[in-house]
DNA sequence: TAGATTGTTAATCGATTAACAATC
DNA sequence: TAGATTGTTAATCGATTAACAATC
């Protein structure tokens, strides 16, 4: 079987995470039917970008009806992998980290957390949920034993770009950068940043932009 | 005092914040000039980028040598309000919720968690470090009576546009959005998200791609 | 001085929007 | 049928990159 899209640029593939998103919402409310307006307008775009964005996909819409929910939920599920279980690793058991081993949104989506470590000798030993946390020494066996996918750094940015480097020789396929730094990978180990304290910085000086058009 | 740059476009707040981060950084650790190749070449950008995004700050460069990064970090954090107090509230006592009210990297960075709040009953007067866990409907008085200029949703979606209308309500000022579902307010009221399980769908479509390659 | 780096202009590239024929 | 909505093309808009004179 092969993808019939092989390039779908990021900006579309960022929007379609959230096409998926909302047409899941769609189907459990039991919606058959979705038009290009109605995503548009609930997802704060316009009508035009959204066929253009799903004219990407492997999947055509009927004229005066729209989508079926159940199609392009299908077809986008595919793009991301959702139908898929990945399975993850989270470095660093301090809050952050904690709070995305409990998360149980992760699970809901496929997103499978095998373990979780962190080098402060008092907190190996500890569990968090179901897990107990392991000296990051083991990360390495870890990720060849269980086919890790991906890896999630929770740790200060000091340490961030030295655990990609571990996940990176122990075989990682993607990494989740939750430190507030550049982590340089090759070019076959993909990693995507959540950058909390940057967006709200990006909030903050939207704000303030308000504040002076009021002056 | 006025602002000389009036509006500088999103793509480029996104990278400032970068720049004030590693800026930091790099002063932390002594130096006193960088230069757009070496801020590039750390970051993953090209220095013409750099050069560009740079331009739009009220501040100079100099020949030969870069840009201090004393005066870099000073006008970089003037824009992001780095130097300001800013007071938020979580709604939301979930583990996200839990670790964002104890993430120290927000107080270092000066947004202030000032309460936070849940509806469930069985949460509601527990302790989450310094803070107390209150019932939502208390939002509303210490919005307005704190001055709380950001607000934190980390419920469900279910609920996320209707916390996120209170909040509107009670005089918000911005908005962070941790709910995997589009919120809408009033265009003085800016909402950013953080978007989790969306940015690991997009690690997964990317992992996909890579194994995709090789076959 | 010679040479490295800025600031800026112009060129390229890509993303979004508008428009409309095709269609059910 | 009539009319609403798709899919797609072309136009617009904005962002990135290349190039280079100015400069210290």
């Given at each position: 079987m092969t993808d019939a899209q092989p390039c779908i640029p990021l900006s579309v593939i960022r929007r379609l995470t959230k096409y998926l998103t909302h047409v899941q919402g769609l189907r459990s409310r039991g919606a058959e039917w979705v038009s290009s307006r109605e995503l548009a307008d609930n997802l704060g775009l316009t009508s035009s970008t959204v066929r253009q964005d799903l004219s990407h996909l492997d999947f055509c819409g009927t004229s005066r009806r729209g989508y079926k929910t159940c199609g392009l939920y299908a077809v986008l599920s595919h793009v991301f992998g959702a139908d898929i279980a990945w399975n993850m690793v989270v470095v660093g058991a301090g809050n952050l980290g904690r709070a995305l081993a409990l998360h149980e949104e992760f699970q809901r989506r496929?997103?499978?957390?095998c373990g979780i470590f962190d080098s402060d000798d008092r907190k190996?030993?500890?569990?968090i949920g179901r897990l107990t946390i392991q000296n990051v020494r083991r990360i390495p066996t870890t990720i060849r034993n269980n086919r890790i996918d991906v890896g999630v750094i929770a740790v200060p940015a000091s340490a961030a770009q030295r655990v990609a480097d571990l996940m990176v020789a122990s075989g990682i396929r993607g990494i989740l950068n939750m430190a507030q730094t550049h982590i340089v990978t090759p070019k076959r180990v993909p990693v995507v940043d959540v950058r909390i304290v940057a967006t709200l910085q990006e909030l903050a000086h939207a704000i303030s932009r308000i504040k002076n058009k009021a002056d």
């Open positions: 496929g997103f499978h957390i190996i030993g500890r569990k």
